[in-house]
């Protein structure tokens, strides 16, 4: 399949074109906001608590920064954490899978013992340990999606390996074998793209976990606070206690970027997923 006609199916299905298309706007505004508003996200010299207005789109906070300055930073930002979190979390998932469905043997159960040693690991406690003692002054956003992939790793990898391991039986790797191809071209040329559409899919899936875990950390005050994202918007509405000010513009913005984000981010996955899968076409 071309890349033309891949696109051609992608955008035949309704999901996936709701998504993207919210996604492309977040990330339009992301990439062009602070061109076309070059202001400073934490600029303190406004007036505070001004609520949306001709001068400020989507009003100002209590410490006087401007909302729309915050909100094409804080994107940004976000999505960065998203998908430095699903490239590590599908590298880490690739490579223990792989090896592990390939090789077999003793490699696999000590690979699948560690795998499982992680799995009943509190990912979310891990992540608040690891940043609490390394300190959120020095942890940048990549240390921050780096302690997101320690744990949400395992699951993909399981499923890698389960799948490597019911394709390697198949007749066309005994002809690849008898040919003399390496382990390792087989596994590159003729199992991953067997997986690619699921990798594909998991990697938007570990995007929205990177971005609310991100968030998850932000409100708990610990990620960098020289660093904008949604999550930190959400930490200053909190801090301020701007719900209980009935300034609604500065936890409600944040709020609706982050949902149509991830929202997006989930049409765009079941799209994916609904375009490759025979079963979910019939239904």
Do not use: C
Request: proline letters at 5%.
């Amino acid at each position: 399949m071309s890349l033309v006609e891949l696109l051609y199916v992608l955008f035949s299905n309704k999901r996936f074109t709701i998504g993207f298309a919210i996604i492309l706007f977040e990330l339009m505004l992301a990439a062009i906001g602070p061109y076309i508003y070059p202001v400073n996200p934490f600029n303190t010299d406004n007036p505070p608590t001004i609520p949306p207005s001709e001068e400020y789109p989507l009003g100002t906070d209590r410490f006087g920064r401007d909302i729309f300055a915050q909100v094409v930073h804080g994107i940004r930002n976000s999505l960065y954490v998203g998908v430095l979190t699903g490239i590590f979390t599908i590298s880490i998932g690739l490579v223990i899978g792989v090896i592990a469905g390939i090789k077999g043997g003793l490699i696999d159960e000590v690979l699948m013992s560690l795998t499982n040693i992680i799995l009943i690991i509190p990912g979310t406690l891990l992540a608040i340990l690891i940043v609490t003692y390394i300190g959120y002054e020095n942890a940048g956003l990549e240390l921050v999606a780096g302690v997101l992939s320690i744990t949400a790793w395992p699951g993909f990898a399981r499923a890698v390996r389960a799948q490597f391991m019911s394709l390697r039986e198949r007749e066309f790797i005994y002809l690849s074998k008898m040919t003399g191809m390496s382990t390792i071209r087989i596994a590159f040329q003729d199992l991953l793209p067997h997986i690619a559409t699921y990798t594909m899919i998991m990697f938007v899936n570990y995007m929205n976990v990177g971005i609310n875990g991100e968030v998850g950390l932000s409100i708990l005050g610990l990620t960098p606070m020289n660093i904008m994202t949604l999550g930190k918007m959400l930490y200053f509405a909190a801090i301020t206690q701007a719900f209980i000010f009935r300034q609604w513009w500065v936890f409600i913005t944040p709020g609706l970027f982050l949902i149509a984000l991830t929202t997006s981010l989930l049409l765009i996955a079941t799209g994916i997923d609904e375009v490759f899968n025979p079963r979910l076409r019939r239904m």
